[in-house]
């Protein structure tokens, strides 16, 4: 679904104020307007180490996010920048731009770290920005990294150690892919004399030191954390753009006044995270839209502003309350909408109205399957069902009332002749009875000829006869040309003729039963296809993070192998194995038990409202 983004310049998404992190709500509804995936690129690092310049040339504009040209961090909080995702018209690129860590006028070292961990949950990519080369002084800096388990949680009732790194397979399910990008280098780059690319360099800078000493455990610990949180990393190395006195006029500044290697190396940055960044999703695989974006970033902050940690169990618990409560509201005015296009009243028959609402459920269905997720009960889907049932209904109702008063117009027409000769006594004469009896015929003669009148025509016109049985009944006693015993003879002719009337009236509302009970039943099949279809949809995304996080485990553990860690490597085996539990569990899972028993029970309640409306 494509959204018009209108964000000429970036906005404030959450404050900074007076230590607390607070959250602005123009930019919350702006965001909630996007009803696509967004791709969430966030960038973080030291301040004044020229990361507004990344996210402005993601922008694709040369100025926006300020850049500033002192030393006092420029951004206060988290600014946002929604724009066209280039090359994905269906997707749109959201921007966070971060103050910058270690601000000495700030001097909070506890809000860094908050900044740095919203940075991560709300990101699909995490640029970190630093200045100079990988050493452990920049390592150092980077000891946000090494907090994230104290910041950030994965289940709200972790077993064992939350402190440990074994539960860092949770954390890849929604950890972003990390780039690393060095600003100013200027060494040649090179390992062992040999030239290296920018990731060797990288991941060389990343090895483990063989050694079980107090110094070699805070050496390994943030590179253990870059290691085993973000399996999929990449790191770009900058020129200095220009000269240091020129700097505080970057933003003014054409291409040609920078230096060529570093308009070079801004563009392959930026050409890389349009190419390899992923729609924002969360654990199962559920993509994010900005709807759900801003839900998160709500959630998350109020969290943290209680004194609590986010965490991404229950905060996806949360969101699929709110999702799929809005997810049936959707979907109830889709089949709404739809219904009143389509549906002209009244119908001819009960089926032509059923076969309509058919079409229009099934779309709404549609509406429903796309937003809802995590609805493991099926709670939610149970309650479009009762909804559009009840919808249903009062267009049956709307449709009887319709066709009932098209009826009581058209008989009305039809006796006029009727109702004066009555009242003129016309029939009170001999041979009167049979002129009354034929023009009660002409008028159902007619009444049937006419066209539109829809589902209560017969109902009307019994009522319409049997209203007229007194008056008939009066004429056929003063009728002086029938003796008695015709008389009674074409009373008890009038009287079983009535009677099969009703009966026909009765033999036709126990077709509509059966039609709207078979109307139920396809109601039903419909449900359970498109949960298995969703089911489907949903193991299939299940089993490709399971997979992507094995592969990093894997990965991880042949890495360390080939580097001698052989216990570091050892201690990833109980991950594995437990990921590859988790994918048979997916696969074997059958998906129609839960819901069969739930809709089983939702049936004979149809059925029973059915037959107390008879």
């Known amino acids: 679904m494509a959204s018009k983004i209108q964000m000429p310049a970036p906005v404030c998404l959450i404050e900074n104020k007076d230590r607390k992190l607070v959250v602005h709500q123009e930019a919350l509804q702006a965001l909630s307007g996007i009803h696509q995936p967004v791709v969430v690129v966030a960038i973080v690092g030291l301040y004044r180490t020229g990361k507004s310049y990344l996210m402005n040339k993601l922008a694709g504009k040369n100025s926006g996010f300020p850049l500033g040209s002192t030393v006092q961090a420029n951004t206060k909080g988290i600014w946002m920048w929604c724009v066209p995702y280039p090359g994905r018209p269906n997707q749109t690129l959201v921007l966070l731009d971060t103050e910058g860590l270690g601000d000495v006028e700030k001097g909070d070292a506890q809000n860094d770290s908050w900044i740095f961990a919203l ?356 004429i056929l006693q003063s009728d002086e040309a029938l003796t008695e015993k015709e008389k009674e003879a074409e009373d008890a002719r009038a009287r079983a003729e009535a009677a099969e009337q009703e009966r026909e009236i009765q033999r036709q509302k126990q077709a509509e039963l059966e039609e709207k009970l078979e109307d139920q039943k396809r109601s039903h099949e419909a449900n359970i296809q498109h949960l298995k279809e969703k089911m489907e949809r949903d193991s299939e995304q299940l089993l490709e993070e399971q997979n992507r996080v094995m592969e990093a485990k894997l990965r991880e553990q042949q890495t360390l192998l080939q580097a001698g860690f052989q216990k570091h490597a050892d201690q990833l085996n109980e991950q594995i194995g437990c990921l590859k539990q988790q994918c048979e569990k997916i696969k074997k899972r059958r998906w129609y038990s839960p819901f069969l028993d739930v809709a089983s029970l939702i049936l004979p309640g149809f059925v029973g409202s059915a037959l107390r409306r008879l």
């Not at 080369?133 to 972790?158: F, G, N, W």
């Not at 060494?187 to 991941?203: A, H, K, R, S, V």
């Not at 000269?243 to 291409?255: A, G, I, P, Q, V």
């Not at 008063?405 to 039809?414: G, V």
Request: proline content about 4%; charged content about 30%.
């Open 119 to 474: 940075a991560v949950l709300l990101s699909s990519t995490l640029v970190y920005n630093s200045m100079g080369t990988i050493d452990q002084h920049a390592m150092d800096q980077l000891h946000y990294v090494t907090e994230l388990t104290e910041r950030i949680k994965s289940k709200s009732s972790p077993e064992g150690n939350p402190e440990e790194l074994e539960d860092s397979a949770e954390y890849v399910r929604f950890f972003p892919m990390f780039i690393w990008a060095l600003r100013d280098f200027t060494l040649q780059l090179e390992l062992n004399g040999q030239p290296c690319t920018e990731d060797e360099y990288l991941e060389n800078a990343l090895k483990l030191k063989k050694g079980l000493s107090r110094e070699d455990q805070l050496f390994n610990l943030p590179r253990e954390c870059i290691r085993f949180f973000f399996p999929t990393r990449k790191c770009f190395i900058f020129e200095r753009p220009t000269t240091r006195k020129n700097l505080h006029r970057l933003e003014d500044m054409e291409e040609r006044e920078l230096d060529p290697d570093f308009v070079q190396q801004a563009l392959q940055f930026c050409r890389h995270v349009y190419k390899t960044s992923k729609p924002k999703t969360i654990p199962g695989g559920h993509v994010v839209t900005g709807r759900l974006l801003a839900n998160l970033v709500e959630t998350y902050v109020d969290t943290i502003r209680s004194g609590g940690v986010p965490c991404m169990e229950n905060a996806v618990l949360a969101l699929a309350q709110i999702e799929n409560s809005a997810a049936v509201l959707e979907a109830t005015g889709r089949y709404v909408e739809l219904m009143d296009q389509k549906l002209k009243l009244p119908t001819e028959t009960l089926q032509d109205l059923l076969g309509i609402h058919a079409q229009c459920e099934d779309e709404a269905l549609k509406v429903f399957m796309a937003r809802a997720f995590k609805d493991e009960k099926q709670q939610f889907q149970v309650e479009l069902m009762q909804t559009l049932n009840q919808k249903k209904e009062a267009y049956c109702q709307k449709n009887e009332q319709e066709s009932s008063a098209h009826c009581r117009a058209l008989l009305t027409r039809l006796s006029e002749e009727l109702e004066d000769r009555i009242n003129k006594a016309f029939y009170s004469r001999p041979g009167g009875y049979q002129d009354y009896f034929d023009d009660l015929k002409a008028i159902a003669v007619k009444y049937h000829g006419e066209s539109g009148k829809g589902v209560m025509a017969d109902v009307v016109l019994q009522q319409f006869f049997k209203d007229k049985e007194d008056v008939g009944r009066a």
